[in-house]
């Protein structure tokens, strides 16, 4: 079974960055949309970013002009470039297809991030 590991998470102030990895074990990267998900505590989990076979793109209204989200199909790594970081964006990410019902990809173990002063 295909396995997905985030990376990359911290604790970050205010307005600062992290880039945060997701590796497939499987070459899947490159034949599903994959997508960045974040759940906050007694919070759902929720769809930041996604991105197409193709290289579409599209993102939540929240993260919009401040995260970017990217592949490496020869690597098997989505990735997730996140800027102008706020409190709120505080929350364990989690990387998936952007139909994990459908595909049954199994979630990984996420990386926290923490964003505090």
């Known amino acids: 079974q295909v396995q997905l590991v985030e990376s990359g998470g911290g604790l970050v102030q205010p307005g600062g960055s992290l880039r945060l990895s997701c590796a497939a074990s499987g070459n899947i990267i490159s034949i599903y949309a994959m997508a960045w998900y974040r759940q906050a505590p007694g919070n759902q989990r929720e769809l930041v970013a996604s991105?197409?076979?193709?290289?579409?793109?599209n993102y939540a209204d929240s993260v919009k002009g401040r995260f970017t989200i990217s592949r490496d199909n020869a690597k098997n790594t989505v990735y997730l470039q996140m800027n102008s970081l706020k409190p709120e964006d505080t929350a364990v990410y989690y990387c998936?297809?952007?139909?994990?019902?459908?595909?049954?990809?199994?979630w990984g173990q996420g990386t926290q991030v923490t964003v505090s002063s």
């Open positions: 991105i197409t076979s193709g290289g579409n793109t």
């Open positions: 998936n297809s952007v139909m994990p019902l459908v595909t049954n990809l199994a």
